[in-house]
Protein backbone atom coordinates (compact mmCIF):
# COMPACT_ATOMS: atom_id res chain seq x y z
CA UNK A 1 0.00 0.00 0.00
CA UNK A 2 2.77 2.12 1.02
CA UNK A 3 4.57 1.90 -2.61
CA UNK A 4 1.54 2.67 -3.97
CA UNK A 5 0.93 5.59 -2.39
CA UNK A 6 4.59 6.53 -3.12
CA UNK A 7 3.82 6.38 -6.83
CA UNK A 8 0.42 7.90 -6.76
CA UNK A 9 2.07 11.28 -5.10
CA UNK A 10 5.36 10.76 -7.47
CA UNK A 11 2.38 10.83 -10.48
CA UNK A 12 1.10 13.83 -8.16
CA UNK A 13 4.04 15.56 -8.02
CA UNK A 14 4.87 15.28 -11.65
CA UNK A 15 1.24 16.68 -12.65
CA UNK A 16 1.72 19.75 -10.45
CA UNK A 17 5.24 20.21 -11.92
CA UNK A 18 3.98 20.09 -15.26
CA UNK A 19 0.92 22.24 -14.79
CA UNK A 20 2.90 25.02 -13.15
CA UNK A 21 5.75 24.69 -16.31
CA UNK A 22 3.21 25.37 -18.56
CA UNK A 23 1.42 28.05 -16.67
CA UNK A 24 5.24 29.93 -16.39
CA UNK A 25 5.16 29.21 -20.09
CA UNK A 26 1.55 30.52 -20.98
CA UNK A 27 2.35 33.52 -19.06
CA UNK A 28 5.38 34.32 -20.62
CA UNK A 29 3.35 34.59 -24.08
CA UNK A 30 0.96 36.82 -22.99
CA UNK A 31 3.62 39.65 -21.74
CA UNK A 32 5.76 39.25 -24.62
CA UNK A 33 2.35 39.77 -26.58
CA UNK A 34 2.78 43.03 -26.93
CA UNK A 35 5.93 44.42 -28.98
CA UNK A 36 8.48 46.56 -25.88
CA UNK A 37 10.87 49.06 -27.14
CA UNK A 38 14.10 48.91 -25.72
CA UNK A 39 16.71 51.75 -25.81
CA UNK A 40 20.54 50.78 -25.74
CA UNK A 41 23.47 52.99 -24.87
CA UNK A 42 26.65 52.23 -25.95
CA UNK A 43 30.46 53.64 -25.86
CA UNK A 44 31.38 51.87 -28.85
CA UNK A 45 29.23 50.00 -32.34
CA UNK A 46 27.24 47.31 -32.46
CA UNK A 47 30.51 45.77 -34.97
CA UNK A 48 33.76 46.48 -33.02
CA UNK A 49 34.16 42.75 -32.75
CA UNK A 50 34.32 43.29 -28.86
CA UNK A 51 32.77 44.81 -26.06
CA UNK A 52 29.90 46.60 -28.38
CA UNK A 53 29.35 43.57 -30.44
CA UNK A 54 28.98 41.05 -27.83
CA UNK A 55 26.36 42.99 -26.23
CA UNK A 56 24.45 43.81 -29.63
CA UNK A 57 24.57 39.83 -30.36
CA UNK A 58 22.86 38.73 -27.41
CA UNK A 59 20.44 41.75 -27.25
CA UNK A 60 19.44 40.88 -30.50
CA UNK A 61 18.53 36.85 -29.64
CA UNK A 62 16.54 37.93 -26.33
CA UNK A 63 14.89 40.39 -29.13
CA UNK A 64 13.35 37.54 -30.82
CA UNK A 65 12.36 35.45 -28.30
CA UNK A 66 10.92 38.10 -26.18
CA UNK A 67 9.46 40.22 -29.07
CA UNK A 68 11.26 43.67 -28.16
CA UNK A 69 12.28 46.25 -30.37
CA UNK A 70 15.45 47.68 -29.87
CA UNK A 71 16.80 50.92 -30.41
CA UNK A 72 20.98 51.23 -30.81
CA UNK A 73 23.02 54.57 -30.20
CA UNK A 74 26.52 53.78 -30.78
CA UNK A 75 29.75 56.14 -29.47
CA UNK A 76 28.03 58.04 -26.90
CA UNK A 77 30.33 60.07 -24.80
CA UNK A 78 30.29 59.98 -20.94
CA UNK A 79 29.48 63.08 -20.38
CA UNK A 80 26.42 64.96 -20.14
CA UNK A 81 25.11 64.23 -23.45
CA UNK A 82 24.35 61.04 -22.27
CA UNK A 83 21.00 62.06 -20.59
CA UNK A 84 19.91 63.22 -24.05
CA UNK A 85 20.54 60.36 -25.37
CA UNK A 86 18.62 58.38 -22.78
CA UNK A 87 15.64 60.98 -22.71
CA UNK A 88 15.41 60.80 -26.98
CA UNK A 89 15.06 56.86 -26.38
CA UNK A 90 12.54 57.44 -23.95
CA UNK A 91 10.27 59.90 -26.21
CA UNK A 92 10.46 57.49 -28.15
CA UNK A 93 8.73 54.81 -26.47
CA UNK A 94 11.01 52.69 -24.78
CA UNK A 95 10.20 51.22 -21.76
CA UNK A 96 13.92 49.55 -20.78
CA UNK A 97 17.02 51.53 -20.70
CA UNK A 98 20.56 49.16 -21.01
CA UNK A 99 23.78 51.40 -21.01
CA UNK A 100 26.90 49.04 -21.36
CA UNK A 101 30.27 51.15 -19.70
CA UNK A 102 31.07 52.47 -16.33
CA UNK A 103 31.25 55.85 -17.23
CA UNK A 104 27.27 56.18 -17.92
CA UNK A 105 26.49 55.80 -14.47
CA UNK A 106 26.01 58.86 -13.12
CA UNK A 107 24.21 59.92 -15.62
CA UNK A 108 22.10 56.34 -15.57
CA UNK A 109 21.22 56.85 -12.09
CA UNK A 110 20.16 60.63 -12.57
CA UNK A 111 17.93 60.13 -15.60
CA UNK A 112 16.56 56.65 -13.88
CA UNK A 113 15.18 58.72 -10.53
CA UNK A 114 13.81 61.51 -13.15
CA UNK A 115 11.67 58.53 -14.64
CA UNK A 116 10.38 55.97 -12.26
CA UNK A 117 8.31 54.32 -15.18
CA UNK A 118 11.24 53.25 -16.74
CA UNK A 119 13.37 49.98 -15.78
CA UNK A 120 17.19 50.88 -16.16
CA UNK A 121 20.49 48.37 -16.78
CA UNK A 122 23.62 49.36 -16.13
CA UNK A 123 26.91 46.88 -17.22
CA UNK A 124 29.43 47.37 -14.57
CA UNK A 125 27.83 49.95 -12.52
CA UNK A 126 28.41 50.10 -8.81
CA UNK A 127 24.85 51.96 -7.32
CA UNK A 128 21.13 50.85 -7.73
CA UNK A 129 17.77 52.78 -7.25
CA UNK A 130 14.76 50.88 -7.11
CA UNK A 131 14.43 51.22 -10.76
CA UNK A 132 18.07 50.73 -11.65
CA UNK A 133 19.79 47.43 -11.74
CA UNK A 134 23.48 47.22 -12.25
CA UNK A 135 25.10 43.53 -13.79
CA UNK A 136 28.58 42.33 -14.74
CA UNK A 137 29.63 38.83 -15.18
CA UNK A 138 32.23 37.50 -13.40
CA UNK A 139 34.97 37.97 -15.97
CA UNK A 140 37.60 37.45 -13.45
CA UNK A 141 37.18 33.89 -13.26
CA UNK A 142 37.91 33.39 -17.12
CA UNK A 143 40.61 35.80 -16.76
CA UNK A 144 42.16 33.60 -14.61
CA UNK A 145 41.91 30.61 -17.00
CA UNK A 146 43.32 32.66 -19.52
CA UNK A 147 46.28 33.78 -17.23
CA UNK A 148 46.94 29.53 -17.38
CA UNK A 149 47.14 30.03 -21.21
CA UNK A 150 49.69 32.51 -20.86
CA UNK A 151 51.77 31.01 -18.26
CA UNK A 152 51.98 28.01 -19.83
CA UNK A 153 52.63 29.21 -23.07
CA UNK A 154 55.22 31.61 -22.38
CA UNK A 155 58.88 31.14 -23.40
CA UNK A 156 60.32 34.64 -22.11
CA UNK A 157 58.16 34.50 -18.79
CA UNK A 158 57.40 38.08 -19.54
CA UNK A 159 54.05 39.09 -20.62
CA UNK A 160 51.75 42.19 -22.14
CA UNK A 161 48.46 43.49 -20.72
CA UNK A 162 47.17 46.32 -22.36
CA UNK A 163 44.91 47.94 -20.08
CA UNK A 164 42.13 50.81 -20.29
CA UNK A 165 42.25 52.71 -16.87
CA UNK A 166 43.29 51.52 -13.15
CA UNK A 167 39.72 50.93 -11.61
CA UNK A 168 38.94 48.53 -9.28
CA UNK A 169 36.77 46.78 -12.73
CA UNK A 170 39.94 46.25 -14.65
CA UNK A 171 42.50 46.17 -11.38
CA UNK A 172 40.60 43.24 -10.72
CA UNK A 173 40.95 41.69 -14.27
CA UNK A 174 44.68 42.29 -14.49
CA UNK A 175 45.15 40.82 -10.76
CA UNK A 176 43.14 37.80 -11.69
CA UNK A 177 44.88 37.08 -14.84
CA UNK A 178 48.22 37.61 -12.91
CA UNK A 179 47.35 34.48 -10.45
CA UNK A 180 46.81 32.47 -13.01
CA UNK A 181 49.91 33.13 -15.03
CA UNK A 182 51.81 32.82 -11.46
CA UNK A 183 50.13 29.30 -10.90
CA UNK A 184 51.70 27.56 -13.26
CA UNK A 185 54.67 29.74 -13.99
CA UNK A 186 56.04 31.57 -10.75
CA UNK A 187 58.72 33.01 -12.68
CA UNK A 188 56.89 35.14 -15.35
CA UNK A 189 55.77 38.67 -14.81
CA UNK A 190 52.77 40.59 -15.94
CA UNK A 191 53.46 44.41 -17.89
CA UNK A 192 50.81 46.83 -17.54
CA UNK A 193 50.81 49.63 -19.72
CA UNK A 194 47.78 51.79 -19.99
CA UNK A 195 45.66 53.56 -22.85
CA UNK A 196 43.58 55.75 -20.80
CA UNK A 197 40.14 54.99 -23.53
CA UNK A 198 38.32 51.97 -23.62
CA UNK A 199 37.77 52.45 -27.59
CA UNK A 200 40.99 54.64 -28.79
CA UNK A 201 42.75 52.21 -31.16
CA UNK A 202 45.41 55.16 -31.13
CA UNK A 203 46.13 54.69 -27.38
CA UNK A 204 45.77 50.93 -27.81
CA UNK A 205 48.62 50.83 -30.44
CA UNK A 206 50.84 53.52 -28.56
CA UNK A 207 50.55 51.43 -25.69
CA UNK A 208 51.17 47.89 -27.49
CA UNK A 209 54.07 49.12 -28.73
CA UNK A 210 55.38 50.58 -25.81
CA UNK A 211 55.45 47.01 -24.32
CA UNK A 212 56.46 45.13 -27.36
CA UNK A 213 59.71 47.47 -27.73
CA UNK A 214 60.36 47.73 -24.00
CA UNK A 215 60.46 44.19 -22.84
CA UNK A 216 60.91 40.57 -24.07
CA UNK A 217 56.79 40.07 -24.54
CA UNK A 218 56.01 36.86 -26.34
CA UNK A 219 52.12 36.89 -24.97
CA UNK A 220 49.79 39.70 -24.76
CA UNK A 221 46.57 40.07 -23.77
CA UNK A 222 43.94 43.20 -23.43
CA UNK A 223 41.00 44.79 -21.25
CA UNK A 224 40.08 47.64 -23.76
CA UNK A 225 37.43 47.71 -26.17
CA UNK A 226 39.70 47.79 -29.23
CA UNK A 227 40.90 45.04 -30.88
CA UNK A 228 43.92 47.50 -32.15
CA UNK A 229 46.31 45.77 -29.85
CA UNK A 230 45.28 42.10 -31.23
CA UNK A 231 45.71 43.17 -34.73
CA UNK A 232 49.42 44.14 -33.79
CA UNK A 233 50.45 41.07 -32.27
CA UNK A 234 48.98 39.47 -35.27
CA UNK A 235 51.63 41.51 -38.02
CA UNK A 236 54.60 41.37 -35.12
CA UNK A 237 54.04 37.63 -34.71
CA UNK A 238 52.96 37.61 -30.85
CA UNK A 239 51.28 35.32 -29.25
CA UNK A 240 47.47 37.07 -28.65
CA UNK A 241 44.49 36.57 -25.68
CA UNK A 242 41.51 38.58 -26.32
CA UNK A 243 38.59 39.77 -24.90
CA UNK A 244 34.89 40.04 -25.13
CA UNK A 245 34.66 37.95 -28.30
CA UNK A 246 35.99 34.82 -30.11
CA UNK A 247 37.72 36.45 -32.64
CA UNK A 248 40.30 33.66 -33.77
CA UNK A 249 38.84 33.74 -37.28
CA UNK A 250 40.48 37.71 -37.71
CA UNK A 251 43.67 36.76 -36.21
CA UNK A 252 44.34 33.01 -37.33
CA UNK A 253 48.49 33.09 -36.30
CA UNK A 254 48.55 34.52 -33.06
CA UNK A 255 45.43 34.03 -31.49
CA UNK A 256 44.91 32.17 -28.16
CA UNK A 257 41.87 31.92 -26.86
CA UNK A 258 39.65 34.79 -25.22
CA UNK A 259 37.23 35.72 -21.87
CA UNK A 260 33.84 36.08 -23.14
CA UNK A 261 30.31 37.08 -22.73
CA UNK A 262 27.34 35.55 -23.80
CA UNK A 263 25.11 38.21 -22.61
CA UNK A 264 21.81 36.03 -23.76
CA UNK A 265 22.29 34.58 -21.08
CA UNK A 266 21.77 37.54 -18.72
CA UNK A 267 18.87 39.94 -21.23
CA UNK A 268 16.45 37.11 -21.61
CA UNK A 269 15.52 36.33 -17.91
CA UNK A 270 16.10 39.74 -16.74
CA UNK A 271 14.20 41.24 -19.65
CA UNK A 272 11.42 38.90 -19.31
CA UNK A 273 10.90 40.27 -15.38
CA UNK A 274 10.48 43.26 -16.38
CA UNK A 275 7.91 42.47 -18.42
CA UNK A 276 5.91 40.22 -15.73
CA UNK A 277 6.57 43.47 -13.47
CA UNK A 278 9.14 41.57 -11.24
CA UNK A 279 12.34 43.74 -11.44
CA UNK A 280 14.95 44.12 -8.95
CA UNK A 281 16.87 47.23 -8.54
CA UNK A 282 19.99 45.24 -6.99
CA UNK A 283 23.52 44.47 -8.32
CA UNK A 284 23.73 40.93 -10.73
CA UNK A 285 27.43 39.64 -10.77
CA UNK A 286 26.80 35.53 -12.06
CA UNK A 287 29.44 33.30 -12.31
CA UNK A 288 31.07 30.62 -15.16
CA UNK A 289 27.61 28.50 -13.98
CA UNK A 290 25.16 31.16 -15.12
CA UNK A 291 26.71 31.02 -19.05
CA UNK A 292 27.54 34.34 -18.85
CA UNK A 293 30.91 34.25 -18.98
CA UNK A 294 33.51 31.21 -20.58
CA UNK A 295 36.39 30.89 -22.29
CA UNK A 296 36.69 30.95 -26.01
CA UNK A 297 37.60 27.72 -27.78
CA UNK A 298 41.56 26.92 -27.28
CA UNK A 299 43.33 27.47 -30.65
CA UNK A 300 44.92 25.23 -32.83
CA UNK A 301 47.92 27.60 -31.86
CA UNK A 302 47.59 26.66 -27.84
CA UNK A 303 50.39 24.20 -26.85
CA UNK A 304 49.55 20.57 -26.05
CA UNK A 305 48.45 20.11 -22.75
CA UNK A 306 47.46 23.13 -22.08
CA UNK A 307 43.88 22.33 -22.66
CA UNK A 308 43.91 19.51 -19.88
CA UNK A 309 45.34 22.24 -16.78
CA UNK A 310 42.12 24.62 -17.82
CA UNK A 311 39.09 22.41 -18.13
CA UNK A 312 41.14 21.13 -14.26
CA UNK A 313 40.55 24.77 -12.96
CA UNK A 314 37.19 25.53 -14.68
CA UNK A 315 35.93 22.30 -13.31
CA UNK A 316 36.83 23.97 -9.49
CA UNK A 317 34.71 27.22 -10.57
CA UNK A 318 31.78 25.35 -11.88
CA UNK A 319 31.99 23.07 -8.47
CA UNK A 320 32.14 26.30 -6.36
CA UNK A 321 34.96 24.76 -4.46
CA UNK A 322 37.36 27.66 -6.02
CA UNK A 323 37.14 31.36 -6.89
CA UNK A 324 40.21 33.58 -7.72
CA UNK A 325 40.99 35.67 -4.74
CA UNK A 326 41.10 32.48 -2.10
CA UNK A 327 44.18 33.36 0.04
CA UNK A 328 47.15 33.16 0.40
CA UNK A 329 47.77 36.27 -1.55
CA UNK A 330 50.57 38.68 -1.75
CA UNK A 331 50.38 42.00 -3.37
CA UNK A 332 53.41 43.24 -5.24
CA UNK A 333 55.22 44.46 -2.58
CA UNK A 334 55.21 41.77 -0.79
CA UNK A 335 52.32 42.35 1.85
CA UNK A 336 49.76 39.66 2.41
CA UNK A 337 46.39 41.08 1.13
CA UNK A 338 44.54 37.96 1.75
CA UNK A 339 45.39 35.23 4.78
CA UNK A 340 45.43 31.98 3.92
CA UNK A 341 41.64 30.37 4.40
CA UNK A 342 40.10 33.63 3.71
CA UNK A 343 38.84 34.90 0.97
CA UNK A 344 38.13 38.49 -0.39
CA UNK A 345 34.10 40.00 -0.57
CA UNK A 346 32.03 40.91 -3.38
CA UNK A 347 32.39 44.15 -2.13
CA UNK A 348 36.06 44.21 -1.63
CA UNK A 349 36.25 43.10 -5.52
CA UNK A 350 33.80 45.38 -7.07
CA UNK A 351 35.01 48.90 -4.80
CA UNK A 352 38.57 48.51 -3.52
CA UNK A 353 40.70 46.64 -5.61
CA UNK A 354 43.54 49.62 -5.89
CA UNK A 355 46.42 47.18 -5.60
CA UNK A 356 48.32 44.43 -7.75
CA UNK A 357 49.43 41.23 -7.07
CA UNK A 358 52.80 39.59 -6.93
CA UNK A 359 54.14 39.35 -10.47
CA UNK A 360 52.36 42.54 -12.19
CA UNK A 361 54.61 45.60 -13.18
CA UNK A 362 52.81 48.62 -13.80
CA UNK A 363 53.13 52.35 -13.95
CA UNK A 364 50.04 52.85 -11.20
CA UNK A 365 51.32 53.29 -7.54
Known sequence: MKKILAIAGGILGIIIIGIIMISVRETDVEVTKERTKVGFILNGTIDDHSWGQSHYEGMELCADSLNLEVYYRENVPADESCKEYIQELIDEGCEIIICNSFGFGEYALEMAKEHREIYFFHATGVEESVNLATYFGRIYQMRYLSGIVAGLQTKT???????????????????AFTLGVRAVNPDAFVYVEWTQSWTGDAEAEAATEKLLDSHNIDVV????????????????????IGYNMDNYELYPNTFLTAPIFEWENFYEPHILECLQGKFAGKHYWDGAETGIVSLAPLSRNVEPGIQKEVEAANQKFLSGTFDVFYGPITDADGNVRVREMECMTDAEMLNAFNWYVEGVVTNVE
Open 221 to 240: TIHTDTNRTLEIAEERGVWC
Open 157 to 175: DEIGYVAAYPIPEVNRGIN
